[in-house]
């Protein structure tokens, strides 16, 4: 089916046989985070945008990575019972009471009353250490609504409080991805696939976070695995340069540790990109 790139950033460059939807308007108001109203709205929108059945949808920046929800909630409408696959060096659970935010969409997503499950893959972030720990939306992950898959990072903490189960720590990529692809054998739900980029060494593709220890072909030979049971999927974690009108947008995006692109390398970064991006693609389609 038509892949799709949503253009919010002018990040994603040209992809073999993508039907491209300008929505550069929409970039100060949804980047990092928005208003619920603002998700609901862009909601709607794409509702009227993107055709009955559709490809891959390419987002630009893990910035725009709370967008995955209205596109989880479009897929999953008509479905009984789907788990949800998201690969990312993040939880995007945390605490983020005021509005949706690129990091704290899975909750939502956990919610809805078709996803049976939310699985998010490669996390190697602090973000689920004993410091942050408190930051975590704790509900989905003691209903077995979420699980985080993590490695590198000490998760020794949930073990007292019984989330064990929920918070699953490995020694490496690799086993981490054995156990997860044995887990999910075990069924036969439909998934959709949800992938932020930053869950991937730098080496592969370089983006504006913090990243993971996954390498492409790695994550792509697990895609392999998931491409049968797929219903649907996108793509963000391109890079591009955030120039965010709002003070409260930038005070947190520096809090968060998020590091601007260096312009005169910008091109190269891109380039290798959407060098990933074509693999996904063919992999995501099965070609």
Request: aromatic share 8%; net charge positive; charged share 25%.
């Amino acid at each position: 089916m038509t892949p799709i790139i949503v253009d919010l950033d002018d990040s994603v460059g040209a992809l073999a046989g993508a039907n491209r939807i300008d929505l550069r308007a929409w970039h100060d108001r949804l980047r990092f985070a928005c208003s619920r109203r603002a998700l609901r709205e862009f909601g709607e929108l794409l509702d009227t945008r993107l055709p009955r059945r559709h490809g891959t949808v390419f987002l630009g920046s893990g910035d725009f990575h709370h967008l995955s929800l209205p596109l989880i909630e479009r897929a999953v409408r008509a479905r009984r019972r789907v788990q949800v696959v998201v690969f990312d060096n993040h939880p995007d659970n945390m605490r983020f009471p005021f509005a949706v935010h690129c990091g704290s969409w899975v909750a939502r997503v956990a919610a809805l009353p078709q996803v049976a499950r939310v699985h998010v893959v490669g996390i190697t972030s602090a973000d689920i250490g004993w410091a942050h720990a408190w930051e975590n939306r704790l509900a989905p992950l003691y209903r077995r609504r979420l699980c985080y898959w993590s490695t590198a990072v000490s998760v020794a903490w949930a073990r007292p409080f019984g989330l064990a189960p929920s918070i699953r720590s490995f020694a490496s990529v690799d086993s981490l991805l054995a156990a997860f692809l044995d887990e999910m054998s075990s069924g036969d739900d439909p998934v959709y696939l949800s992938i932020d980029k930053d869950v991937l060494r730098a080496q592969d593709a370089m983006t504006n976070w913090d990243q993971g220890r996954m390498r492409a072909d790695a994550m792509l030979a697990a895609i392999a695995a998931l491409r049968p049971r797929l219903i649907g999927s996108d793509v963000t974690g391109d890079i591009s340069i955030a120039a965010y009108p709002q003070r409260w947008k930038r005070m947190l995006a520096a809090a968060d540790g998020q590091s601007p692109p260096d312009p005169r390398t910008l091109g190269a970064w891109q380039a290798q990109q959407h060098a990933l991006n074509e693999r996904l693609r063919s992999a995501i389609a099965g070609a």
